[in-house]
Nanobody, 125 residues
Framework: QVQLVESGGGLVQAGGSLTLSCAAS????????MGWFRQAPGKEREFVTA????????YYARSVKGRFTISRDNAKNTLYLQMNSLKPEDTAVYYC??????????????????WGQGTQVTVSS
């Protein structure tokens, strides 16, 4: 089992920045594909970004590319999401997720076996 706990959410003005963290515990974290998803009110959960175990392959949704940066520290078992130039449409609950199999379908929710409880990000206009 892997436990994931997100932190770092909050209220920020448009144009501002936030950094989310996801602390992993349990099995070896370093071999997993890790991802961030988000769910806005009244909408389905959507892929945001993912990173492979080595950290040298990252993937981004078109809506966040150039503004968000995913990174990981395997020694600390922690995943990060640096969010810059935030927009009101980025308002959502953000979830981190872990895929032990390292699927190529990094944007597909059901490829991820473990999920955190989510952290709220609210961007005011």
């Amino acid at each position: 089992q892997v436990q994931l706990v997100e932190s770092g959410g909050g209220l920020v003005q448009a144009g501002g920045s936030l950094t989310l963290s996801c602390a992993a515990s349990g099995r070896t974290f370093s071999n997993y594909l890790m991802g961030w998803f988000r769910q806005a009110p009244g909408k389905e959960r959507e892929f945001v970004t993912a990173i492979r175990w080595s950290g040298d392959s990252t993937y981004y949704a078109r809506s966040v590319k150039g503004r968000f940066t995913i990174s990981r520290d395997n020694a600390k078992n922690t995943l990060y999401l640096q969010m810059n130039s935030l927009k009101p449409e980025d308002t959502a609950v953000y979830y981190c997720a872990a895929d032990p199999d390292g699927s190529f379908s990094y944007a597909t929710e059901n490829k991820y076996d473990y999920w955190g409880q989510g952290t709220q990000v609210t961007v005011s206009s």
